[in-house]
């Protein structure tokens, strides 16, 4: 495969649920939820598995992410030469980086920790 | 009253004492004082006037259509003045005299009357001014004697102030009269009529009522303004007295409320007097409250902050390895860039080749020599054309890709780099966050804590709701004192505007005075009423007798036939078709005002002297004649005249009225003699300032103007 494919992003339930718990709610102050929204959530995961270049194994039903707040292309710069070279999507790179960044964050928060610590 | 003697002193250009008797035994009324002008007629004439009623006036005139008196004349003071003061200053200079003197005797219905009015300086030397001397009358009429005021009383009982002009008649002003008489003038000699009807009780009871009336109207209208502000005040009084009513109601509601609010307030605190601990456990569990309270506040502060920068922490992930990604994009960029520059060198450096092989001549292209092994050149340089080629095509299948993929990479790039700082102030608001959660965990555990202890045989939960109404009570409380205090101090300020605009009375007015003034108007119409009667009585009267006078005087009595006063009381010249003579002449009208005069004079029942200064003036010789024909033929006055030698001549007037005249004088100055008066000489010499008789040699210095009084001798 020579051509880039685009593709959809999408996360397993689970993770897609751990997302949900990181949107910001006015009634919830004392919860960790720093996002504005799950898409926000999502792109943090997926910086957050980039950055630690960790891919994570998706199972199971998945829930997909927005495609026009989340623009998979944006980040064509980064993973042009993977997809090609392993022949996935997109779509599917971003993720399973997404999907990675849930796991640390997941682990993190089972620890005691809080979301946003992971920037450090 | 008739005159019997006069005596002044230091009066005008008197200087000593003069004399005039009055004979009044022959039965004749006609007297005559002749001179020259400036010897002292005015002067005599206002002595008379001065000895009289204690003050003289300069010449009157007609204003606004009534008579009015000139400016007072002073006795002393500026004597360079025209007319100067009265008295003689030369008597003081020469004599040391600072006083003038004159003294009337008269008779009266068979009394004696003697009048000595006397004016003396008070500073021993000649005063400055009137306020220097002392006047002083004294009046004998009888036995009776009187001073000052008193004396003036019995003066005016036989010779009335305000009849004055009709006895002391001045020719000078008496044009202005005749024109006041002239019909045409605004009330006439209206005023003349009512001062000869001598009624001054009547008058001046009507001038002094009209002047109460008018101070009692001034009353009235000032007090119906007072009424009107009073009205208004008392409006505003009253709209006053409702607010303060509608606050007093409203406060008494508020001290009501406020009462029963205490007094449950005092009996819950009362109840919770016995639930001290369980009271101080709501207290904590309150303050425990309101600090949970407060650190959610601050927690839910911290929690937007965060959330506000977190949309920037996936970029700060993504760039820990992107910006490795982005190094190695710019090292392609600058590597692109080389190469570029190389293979543009080396495609200079082969065109200039191929340029020298093309046109290789076997000269040197440089020193234009011939070249020695010209092939063998020519070889190298196809050599080195072939190298150069060979070293482009390697730097050009070096290069991956071009220039404007590596921008366009580096832009994408670019777009995934956070802006500067943001990591940092991310992890800030997460830490700020953190400890606000912390705290505020803190103390929901203590909260949790204190609410599960509850308290033995207590409900809490009453209590607490007890407690909490306590608090609410106690907030009330203190919100309704202010405001009961804000509303005593506006009654307070409404009581005291209440107060000040009179509290909102109208004080009954004096309808007395309305009463008044009605009645007072109501008497001066009686009043005006009987004083118009009898000066209507008295117009007809005036008219009379002026018209008789008027037919013994007047040239032409067959033409012109009378007086007539109309009801306007101007005069007019009757003719004989019993019309008023138009366009009649002054000498005409000068007799009509004379006549007019002399009957308000013997309508007014006053029998005095009456003194004519100037008395032909404006008169023909005819009517001069007849005028003293018919004055000096009265049997009831005196009449005396003051002519000028330019009105009547002496010689001629004592020869042809002798038969009337009691007596005559003359007053001279020395300058005027031209007889000697040792020797009867009538012819002397003028030596200078001198006069000296040829025959018995007496001399006289003429340039004295000093008067003296000669004694005319007239038919016995």
Known sequence: MSELIIGSVSVPQGSHKLLTNLVYDKNKSEEDRPFSAIVEAFRFAFALGYASNQRGKREGKAETVAPRQFVVSDYEVLFREICIEEGISLGALCSDFAQGGCEIIKAHLESGGTVLELLE | ?716
């Open chain 2, 1 to 716: 009253m008739d005159l019997k003697y006069l005596a002044i002193s230091n009066i005008g250009p008197f200087k000593g004492l003069h004399q005039f008797h009055f004979n009044t035994t022959s039965g004749k009324n006609g007297f005559a004082i002749f001179s020259k002008n400036g010897r002292g007629k005015t002067s005599l004439f206002n002595a008379m006037q001065w000895a009289l009623f204690g003050e003289v006036f300069e010449r009157g005139s007609v204003r606004s259509g009534r008579w009015s008196d000139g400016r007072k004349r002073t006795i002393v003071g500026d004597y360079s003045k025209n007319p100067g003061p009265m008295m003689n200053q030369d008597a003081y200079r020469e004599m040391r005299i600072p006083e003038m003197n004159v003294i009337i005797i008269a008779t009266q219905n068979g009394k004696d009357i003697q009048i000595n009015r006397v004016a003396r300086s008070r500073v021993g030397s000649m005063p400055r001014v009137d306020d220097d001397l002392n006047q002083n009358l004294t009046v004998t009429i009888g036995e009776e004697v009187a001073q000052d005021a008193k004396g003036q009383e019995l003066v005016e009982n036989l010779f009335p102030n305000e009849l004055r002009r009709f006895f002391f008649i001045d020719g000078e002003s008496l044009e202005e009269y005749v024109d006041l008489v002239k019909a045409g003038q605004v009330g006439g000699i209206k005023d003349d009529v009512e001062s000869v009807l001598r009624l001054p009780a009547l008058t001046r009871g009507i001038s002094d009522l009209e002047n109460i009336r008018s101070s009692i109207e001034k009353e009235i209208a000032s007090e119906s303004r007072e009424k009107r502000i009073m009205e208004k005040s008392a409006s505003e009084a009253q709209s006053l007295q409702i607010e303060i009513n509608e606050l007093k109601s409203n406060l008494e509601t508020k001290e009501r409320n406020f009462e029963k609010t205490k007094s449950r307030y005092n009996d819950l605190e009362a109840e919770l007097k016995g639930f001290s601990e369980a009271i101080s456990h709501i207290k904590e569990l309150e303050r425990l409250r309101a600090q949970k309270e407060a650190l959610s506040t601050a927690l839910k502060r911290s929690s937007d902050a965060r959330y506000n920068l977190s949309s920037n922490a996936w970029m700060v992930l993504i760039w820990k390895r992107a910006d490795a990604l982005y190094g190695e994009v710019s090292e392609q960029q600058n590597n692109i860039q080389s190469s570029n520059y190389q293979i543009d060198l080396i495609n200079r450096k082969i065109d200039k080749l191929k340029d020298e092989i093309e046109q290789s001549t076997g000269f040197c292209s440089h020193c234009e020599q011939p070249i020695v092994d010209a092939e063998d050149h020519k070889s190298r340089l196809k050599r080195e054309l072939l190298d150069l080629e060979s070293q482009q095509s390697t730097i050009s299948s070096d290069s991956g890709l071009s220039m404007n993929e590596v921008i366009t990479r580096m832009g994408d790039l670019a777009k995934l780099n956070p802006p500067t700082g943001s990591k940092k102030t991310i992890i800030e608001s997460n830490e700020n966050w953190l400890e606000d959660r912390r705290k505020l965990l803190n103390i929901i555990e203590t909260l949790e804590k204190e609410e599960s202890r509850g308290l033995e045989g207590v409900d809490s939960s009453e209590l607490g709701a007890k407690h909490e109404q306590l608090g609410q009570m106690r907030t009330t409380l203190r919100r309704m004192e202010p405001v009961i205090d804000e509303f005593k101090q506006n009654i307070k300020r409404k009581e005291t505007e209440f107060k000040r605009l009179g509290g909102g009375k109208i004080s009954m007015l004096n309808h007395k005075k309305n009463n008044t003034n009605s009645t007072i108007g109501e008497l001066l119409n009686v009043m005006k009423d009987t004083l118009a009667k009898y000066r209507d009585s008295a117009r007809k009267d005036v008219e009379r007798v002026a018209s008789e006078s008027f037919r013994n005087v007047i040239n032409a009595p067959e033409a012109l036939t009378g007086i007539k006063i109309d009801q306007n009381f101007n005069g007019s010249i009757v003719g004989a078709d019993g019309r008023k003579v138009t366009m009649p002449s002054s000498g005409q009208e000068m007799t009509m005002t004379l006549c007019i005069m002399d009957a308000l004079r013997r309508v007014s029942n006053v029998s005095a002297p009456i003194f004519f200064d100037t008395p032909g003036r404006s008169l023909d010789d005819d009517h001069k004649k007849a005028q003293l024909e018919y004055f000096w033929s009265m049997r009831n006055h005196q009449f005396i005249i003051f002519p000028h030698s330019g009105e009547y001549k002496i010689e001629e007037t004592i020869n042809e009225f002798g038969g009337l005249i009691g007596s005559a004088w003359e007053l001279t100055w020395p300058a005027d003699r031209e007889v000697c008066e040792k020797c009867g000489e009538d012819s002397p010499l003028k030596e200078g300032s001198v006069m000296r008789c040829l025959k018995c040699e007496e001399k006289w210095d003429i340039s004295i103007r000093e008067t003296t009084v000669k004694v005319l001798e007239v038919e016995s």
